[in-house]
């Protein structure tokens, strides 16, 4: 696989963004598994981008197989690049790296910092904040897409 291949494209990002907060605007219930059996280390957070849902990355393309999304339901979302972060990720988007978001997720670890429990009122507000920062960065996107395509004319 290409780079291309296994990163989320900026649009898909935006999508999987938008998918999460109608569920969270819907009703779905907090939850998050942090389970550190040694050989099965997985963390989930039923309103953060490391759901998996299939609801928030309905589209085969958003996936790293997008055959076995298709065939078997199997949820794997390509990787978030740079600055595709989850709202619940304190890192400004430069300091987002390769490495997981867990050590600086406001769910999982709300106490450490002594910030208030994440509510549906504060998960939306987060969303929407990230939903405004990436539809800019998707419009750029097409806006520089269309400049290639008219200079290639």
Known sequence: MSDRDINMTNAH????????????????KLWWDDDTTIGNKHTECSWGLCSDSKDVYPDKEMHLWPDQFEEHGRVAPRYRKGDQKCPFDRRKPEEVTMNGCFWSCRVFKWKRKKEPKITQEIALQLYDEEILRYEALVAEDKDESKGTEESSI
């Open 13 to 28: 990002h935006l999508e999987s963004l938008k998918n999460q907060r109608a569920r969270i605007a819907n009703g779905e």
